[in-house]
């Protein structure tokens, strides 16, 4: 081992002590190296304590260096004098055993950074490249978000596009302003999960977990003069038991669209082509009457059993026909109470005058098509996160 001279620094500047530190680390490497046979040479010559190069090291640059350039050179001069410190540990200096043939602690010496030598320290031999690797499977949308994605798109395609609501909403938008009075029955319906200490508030305003997403078909009426075609996916709140068809949270696709001259055939014609591009273009679907607050006529759409084709099976109870959503047309009770709104910014507002402008909403439950679609009996899988379920939407 050569004796050398303590180099000069020739400035403080980041790029400058890089540029010494790893010259020093590179000679670090060297000497252990050539003493390898001998360790003890090695640590008088860097660890000496009168004449060890870390001493030298240290009293050229660090005492003389101005006090805002010591805090980078100390963190160097300790990460350097760890690199030292790590050639003379036992793991260091142990011969790879005949039974490991893969380990190669040998990395830090064959040009491995300070960083990694420091890592080394703590695992004494943490690179086996014999190992299989470690195999990351790429991460796949979670199937009830790609059904909502897939129905979401089916409207897309027809120009609505999308909208988005609280998921804790107030009693006007989930249920007055959609034409459930206050204690009429059909609010008994929605079983619905309250926020706690709202008595003090006016009705309208207290707070709920929606029950549906039907309250964005008014908080965009509010905000948006016709035409309007929007479709609406989100979580919804119910006091429901679990059970293999219901969960407490779910999710529901809202469609709305208002424009003059809307019918209930626009309606049908609509739909029709949804469930056919979902479901597969031999679909059937009819529509029977039905009762919802926010629509007159209502109807539930129903399609023809997609498991037997319409000739009656266990799924569809015998009847050849599966139940899964609800529409109508905008009830001119919805479009008052969106005028008294709008007409509280602008007096004279008159956007949805039930004359001029129709409008016909449906509702479909996400679970439910998920479950028909990939043909899934437990509503509880999608929550599930067990792996062997979810890996097979993969
Ligand atoms: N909101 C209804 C529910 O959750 C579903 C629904 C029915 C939505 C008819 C609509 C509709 O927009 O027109 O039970």
């Not at 950074?113 to 490249?129: E, F, G, R, V």
């Amino acid at each position: 081992m050569s004796e050398q001279t303590i180099p000069s620094l020739s400035g403080y500047e980041e790029p400058t002590l890089e540029a010494a530190f790893i010259t020093l680390s590179e000679e670090v490497r060297t000497t252990a190296a050539e003493t390898a046979a001998d360790p003890e040479a090695f640590r008088l010559h860097w660890l000496g304590r009168k004449q060890g190069r870390l001493k030298l090291i240290s009293e050229a640059w660090l005492k003389s260096a101005p006090p805002e350039a010591k805090k980078a050179l100390g963190i160097r001069f300790n990460e350097l004098k760890a690199l030292v410190e790590y050639q003379l540990s036992p793991e260091r200096l142990v011969k790879v055993p005949v039974s490991e043939p893969g380990l190669v602690s040998e990395y830090a010496t064959q040009g491995g950074t300070i960083a990694a030598s420091l890592q080394n320290k703590k695992h004494p031999h943490p690179l086996d490249i014999t190992l299989p690797g470690t195999l990351r499977a790429p991460g796949i949308p979670h199937p009830l978000l790609k059904t909502m994605h897939e129905i979401v798109s089916v409207f897309h395609h027809l120009g609505y596009s999308t909208n988005l609501g609280p998921q804790v909403e107030s009693d006007f938008y989930n249920f007055e302003a959609l034409n459930f009075p206050e204690n009429h029955p059909a609010r008994d319906t929605q079983d619905t999960l309250v926020i706690a200490n709202q008595q003090s508030r006016p009705s309208r305003d207290r707070l709920l977990m929606r029950t549906h997403t039907s309250p964005v078909q008014i908080r965009t009426m509010i905000a948006q003069a016709p035409p309007i075609r929007i479709v609406i996916p989100g979580k919804v709140h119910r006091n429901d038991a679990a059970d293999a068809t219901h969960s407490p949270i779910f999710h529901q696709i809202e469609g709305l669209c208002v424009d003059t001259n809307i019918t209930f055939s626009d309606l049908k014609g609509t739909l029709d082509h949804a469930m056919k591009a979902l479901f597969g273009s031999d679909v059937k679907t009819r529509f029977f009457p039905s009762f919802f607050p926010f629509t007159e006529p209502s109807a539930d759409v129903q399609i023809s059993c997609i498991f037997c084709g319409g000739k009656g099976c266990r799924k569809c109870k015998h009847s050849g026909w599966i139940e899964l959503l609800g529409c109508g047309m905008v009830d001119p009770a919805v479009f008052a109470a969106v005028i008294a709104e709008r007409r509280k910014i602008n007096p004279a507002d008159n956007t949805y005058n039930p004359e001029k402008i129709t409008g016909f909403a449906f509702g479909m439950g996400v679970e439910r098509i998920a479950m028909m679609l990939h043909g899934v009996s437990d509503i509880g899988h999608f929550y599930s996160g067990d792996m062997r379920f979810l890996e097979q939407f993969a």
